[in-house]
Structure formats: C-alpha cells, structure tokens
C-alpha cells in the first residue's frame, strides 16, 4: 500500500526548518523533517548565543528588522524562561569609533522600537556601576542595555520537540539523495532508503540552499553570501552576569559574554568564504577576539588562554553591500510554484526564526490551498511553563534534592517543566543510573537519545548541553565509551 504523501518536506534541521515543522504541524499539516547531520549540527549551534533586536544594525536602517527582533525578543522571553534568560550589556565609550550623541540616540531608538517590554531600558553607565566598570580599563564611561541569552542548540531542539508532539516526523542522520517533482507532488529518495511524497517542499538547508536547489533542478533569483562567525572560549575574564559590547576600531563590535559559570564566550567575526565546510576559526580570527579583549579589559588574553572554539557559517541574503559586516540580517522567502511549490529560506537568524516560519506559512497557504494564522505567537515552548526561573529551580532542588546543586540547575535550565516526566520515576540518585560524565546520567541519555534525536557523543556533549566544555579528552572518551555501550553502532548512525 503506498503511503499517504504528506503536507510539507522541510529539507534541514536548523532553527529555520524546526520553526517551521512547528508552525505547520500546529497548523494541522502533516509534516517531515528531514536533516542530514544532527539538529542544529552547524549555524544553528555556533551563534553568539543571543535573543536581540541587532542594535547595530540599526547603523544600516534595518528599522524594520529590529522592530521584528524586539517583538521576538519579549515573545521568547516569556515562551521559553528555562533557556532565555534576559542580559544586561555593558558598552564603554572608552576607544569608541563613534560619538556618545549617536550611541545614546542609538540606544533611545532601540528602547522606542521595543515598544511596550519587559525588559530594563537603557541608561547611561554610572560611577557606582562597581561591578560593570571593574573589568574595564580606565575611568569608562557609556551605557547600559538589555537583550537576552539563549541556548541555541536547545530551542533549535525544543522546536523540533513541540513540532514531533503534533504530529511531524522528526528524521536525523536523513538526507535528500534526490527529489523531482512528479504528478502533481514532490517524490523524494532518502539516505535511509525511503521513498517519500510532499504536496510542498521547504529548502531550509542554510548555507547548503543552493547546493540543494542544484540538487532540485531548481534556480533561484535570490543569492546567499557565505559569512563566517567565530568565536572563541577563555576563562572567566570578569564577575557576575553582565555582559560587554566592545567597539571595535574597525566599527564592528565583539561581544564578551558569561558562559558555562568557569568560562567568558567572545565574538564574533565575519570572514566572507566560499563553502559552509569553511567553518573553522584561523589564527587571524583568534587574534582579532583576543585583540577585541585587551583593547577594553584590563585583564589580558593571549591565543594560549583559549580552551575552545565555536565557528559557524550564515547564509544571509545576498543584498550586494560590499562588506560581510554590512550585509543584512534580514530574510527572503522565495516561492517556486512551477509545479508542487517549493519554498526557500535565504538568510534568517535566532531571534526571528518563528516569525520566519509564519511567514512561511503565509507564503504556502494559497498555492497548498489551506488557510494560515497565528499559532505561535503566544505558545511556550516545551518545559517553558514555568512562573519564573528561580522559583522553579528551588521547587526542583526540594523534589529531587539527591540531584545536587549543580546538577539540578544545569537539568532545570535544560528541561524546564518536563523534567517532572524525564524523573517520573527516579526517587533516588542510584535510579538515575550510572554517571556517564559530568554529571549526566543513564536516566538523562535515554531521555536526550529518545525523546530528542540524540545519536552521538558530539550530539550530547556540543549542542544538547554543553559538557563537553568541563570534561577532559579522557573524560569524554569514557562517555563515548558508555554511550556506545548503551545505543548501538547502528542507532548512532541515525536509524530510530
């Protein structure tokens, strides 16, 4: 019997793509997601970890993509408190490229364009700003704003999540060997052997759009620039949860950000590349962020005191500025109707990726013949019902004290409200099963491998929580080990 075709192929498992098997599946659409490495395998895991409107860009009267971004940026708040969490920026005026009347202008428009928010407004930096002024060299004066960090990895994950609860086939390890359009659907052959058939396809493959449109026997009027981003990882430069926007001489800005609790995050770059497998920091890179760094603080960092690295490359559209820093951030939603249609996603970013996916739905609702409206706007995302972060985490700590302190922050930011099902039955630290590393037990890696597509080492300890970060080689090698001894070879290779 041949199997029904189904509403939508999206065709990537970025936080464009899983945004958008949400917004369809809530839709009533039936919906498979294909995505050949791992959710969030690339750009979608290598951003600088922020919720924001892009103050900057307001540099390039990108008004309307900032309006866009504030909304998002209240609207995600409040849907996913467990994983966004809002941020207070430092931006000193010392060794600035632009004058103290553009920036508080800058910062006034930003506040405006928010409109009605939760977060603090701006202000100017103030004397008694101990902790703020502290890591910076000289007497600095500038302001401070708010935005909001974000796991990246994880509300990639937690789209997928709420999409696979209403329905939507979630396939990881999945690529699409070829597809054609045929009597009047889309006909796809898979990398697990499965031919499949779509009344509509979504091209959500990022930097690989066109690689895939070739694929598809496709052309596109729209273009994408290849950017790389990179950041790198030191030990924690400063105190407290604040972070730093740091001007640049050459009027880009680099970002120093707390992270992980040991650890300061500073980015990022933008390298023009020719190919999304160029994403790999260089020692010019490194040298830049560390350069970034020692212009501003007082503490100072050489190549040496990097313990990681992170570099991701954007698929942004195409606009024709003549520089990478310059190119905008805004996206295009190109609709091909010359048979079943096939919609791609040029350019995107965290911040927008479920406005995006509505406006996708608007984009296919005529030519699939259903009607689109809202179905996001208000909804929280799985675990993100919860009051306020550190209520929940005190109500977690005094259900589950055997956790530990540690480990049941690190699974309370993780999971949210859906750690009472992952802990249904756990009431006591030898039911959590064996600690396979860092903290993270059997009971967890059951959870992480069948409730959220994770089928590798690197799935778990990069992008589902960032352990990796704490352990040593020889430490992640024993959790390799335990994994394996767990899920199959072939299971880690992605079948289900």
Known sequence: MTPSPYDLLIVGGGINGCAIAREASLLGLSVLLVERDDLAAHTSSASTKLIHGGLRYLEYYEFKLVAEALRERERLVKAAPHIIHPMRFVLPQTNAVRPWWMVRLGLYLYDFLGGKMTLARSRGLRKTDTAYLAPLKGAATGFVYSDAFVDDARLTVLNAIDAAANGADVRVGTAVESARREDGLWQAALSDGSTVSARAMVNAAGPWVHQMLGKLGVNAASGVRLVKGSHIVVPKLFEGTHSYILQQPDRRIVFAIPYQGEFTEIGTTDI?????????????????????????????????????????????????????????????????????????????????????????????????????????????????????????????????????????????????????????????????????????????????????????????????????????????????????????????????
């Open 272 to 496: 023009p590349v020719d190919a999304p497998e160029d994403a790999k920091i260089d020692d010019a890179e490194i040298a830049y962020l560390c350069d970034a760094v020692n212009l501003h603080f007082s503490k100072q960092i050489t190549p040496a005191d990097v313990t990681s690295t992170w570099s991701g490359v954007r698929p942004l559209y195409d606009d024709g500025a003549s520089e990478a820093k310059a190119v905008t951030r805004d996206y295009v939603l190109e609709l091909d109707t010359n048979g079943p249609p096939l919609l791609s996603i040029f350019g995107g970013k965290i911040t927008t990726a479920r406005h995006l996916a509505e406006e996708a739905m608007e984009k296919l609702a005529t030519p699939m013949g259903f009607t689109a409206h809202p179905v996001t706007r208000a909804r929280v995302f799985p675990g993100g019902a919860i009051a306020d972060f550190d209520t929940f985490l005190a109500s977690v700590r005094a259900t589950w004290p055997f956790l530990g302190d540690a480990r049941a922050e690190r699974m309370a930011h993780a999971y949210g409200a859906m750690l009472a099902e992952l802990l249904a039955d756990v009431t006591s630290a030898d039911e959590l099963g064996p600690d396979l590393g860092g903290g993270l037990t059997e009971v967890e890696a059951r959870w992480l491998h069948d409730r959220e597509w994770a089928r590798t080492p690197d799935d778990v300890l990069k992008r589902r929580s960032k352990l990796g970060l704490h352990l040593s080689d020889a430490a992640q090698a024993r959790f390799a080990e335990h994994w394996d001894r767990l899920f199959s070879a072939a299971v880690q290779q992605g079948a289900l």
